[in-house]
């Protein structure tokens, strides 16, 4: 029976309300709070009612059959007891068979980090047991009326969408790190933007990025990276915007809202964020030959063996050692342009001249052959057979959406811009 004194209490009732925007799962959310002004309540009469009420009878009877899953990654130190302790099974027979059954070896192996599902009945037995192998495979173990079987299955995959937000605070990996992309996004959302951002010297503090990609899940565990399919970078006050457009079955490419490419048919730099350790110059103190002459290229100082990209779509018109170059490549580009590579301590296996090579495609490592005092990559862009400042040459473009197709594509990518449009000015909130 309620207190008789309930219903004079009615008065200090306080409405609160609650919103939450919610804008795509782990990206974050935008919270506001209020608190409506207190409202009285009166009554010309209170009463003191009493009644008995039937509860409902529970449906956890005896021998309920009710089970539970439960989630746990391996830890550093973990042993199958630790483990099976974790995910709250209670089961010696279980244990056993994951002990010394071979069929279990793959679980005894996983690497740290590696997520593990269990199913346990009420009473604390091990009904099935399923993960991810160190190999991408789907382990299931199962409990049956003759005991445990383990059985390899084809693995499930499935697509999710998601959206992140950074700020540069010192360089685009520190920033993608500390906005939970992974490192192959990155390097996507380089190569996305490369024609039209230095990363080596144009980058600057402050400078934000936006980010929608997918990522292929399996069993609830993250396996693999996908695709990009929208990105703005903002840097310096200049708006970069990228969306992505099947153009075919089988292509596809990154377009600006009014469908140009945002491909440059040449990439400013064919090493991922390198150093320049000397710029294009008319008049350069050569290191090794100790005398002033010029130097109509820019080197990109790295490792030894640091992957060096074409730079553009081209044919290969020299594969070989050549003077002061050392190992040196060229490339043709749509016949006015060439690109030159030198210093390279070894070639791409098997490419040779008259092969095309792809925009983006590994052609070769940095060295240091030829006359060269440490380990760079000299880059040189030539056109119509003249060196050019590949820094500060105007590049050509990529082409753009055509106009039969110009329709499904503002159809098709409208809400990736959208998203982009209303993500730009988004400041997270954490919620206590």
Partial sequence: MLPQNTLSHAHKLKLRWFVTLSTVPLLGVVTAFGIMPQTRFTTSEQKTLVEEIALPVSSQVAGSTATFWRNERVQHG?????????LSVEDSAATD??????????????????????EIAADGSLLALRFLNNDGKQIVIEKTSSGYISSTLPVQTEQRVFMRTGEIKSTLYAATDAAGLTDPVANQMAEIF???????RDLRKGATFTVVYEMTYSNGEAVRSGRILAAEFINQGHAYRAVYFQTSSTTGDYYSADGKSVH??????PIEFSRISSGFSTSRFHPVL???????GVDYAAPIG??????ADGMVAFVGQQGGYGNVIMINHQGRYTTVYGHLSKFAPGIHRGQRVAQGEIIGNVGMTGLASGPHLHYEFKIDGTQRDPLRVALPDAAPISAAQKTAFQDGTRELNERLAMLRNTRLAKLD
């Fill in 78 to 86: 973990d042993t199958v007891a630790e483990l099976l302790r974790r």
């Fill in 290 to 296: 100790n005398k002033w002459r010029a130097h109509k």
């Fill in 97 to 118: 068979y994951l002990l010394k059954s071979k069929a279990t070896e793959s679980l005894r192996q996983l690497a740290v980090g590696k997520e593990i599902q269990s």
């Fill in 264 to 269: 440059k048919a040449f990439l400013r730099s």
């Fill in 194 to 200: 490369g024609g039209d951002i230095d990363f080596h």
């Fill in 306 to 311: 640091t992957k060096v990209k074409a730079t």
